[in-house]
């Protein structure tokens, strides 16, 4: 069973740090390009960063830009992102996807494996 599974979520307060995991069982990540997204009640699903399969080549969303680090280990087939300098405005369930792509990250939707998220909240 192909699936994604993020950790590493939780409560801190504004300027602090977090750093999320998303970890790949039933498939290997080395051809996936991969990315994060997030999502707040009442709002679209929002593009946060993205990378490609070999970990050379990233973007960002430019609200997180500066901030934000997405990395991955394809030898334990996880994805990760680091936050830093959290604020409130950060708050939202955050997700990975991964989607067979070896030509440059996804910055949209196109992405096919999803995992269920985890929660970020950032106090102020």
């Known amino acids: 069973q192909v699936q994604l599974v993020e950790s590493g979520g939780g409560l801190v307060q504004a300027g602090a740090s977090l750093r999320l995991s998303c970890a790949a069982s039933g498939l290997s990540l080395r051809s996936y390009a991969m990315g994060w997204f997030r999502r707040t009640p009442g709002k679209e699903r929002e593009f946060v960063a993205a990378?490609?399969?070999?970990?050379?080549?990233?973007y960002y969303a430019a609200s997180v830009k500066g901030r934000f680090t997405i990395s991955r280990d394809n030898a334990k087939n996880t994805m990760y992102l680091q936050m830093d300098s959290l604020n409130a405005e950060d708050t939202a369930v955050y997700s990975c996807?991964?989607?067979?792509?070896?030509?440059?990250?996804?910055?949209?939707?196109?992405?096919?494996?999803w995992g269920q998220g985890t929660q970020v909240t950032v106090s102020s």
């Open positions: 996807a991964a989607r067979r792509w070896v030509y440059g990250v996804l910055v949209g939707t196109q992405y096919d494996i």
């Open positions: 990378i490609n399969w070999s970990g050379d080549s990233t």
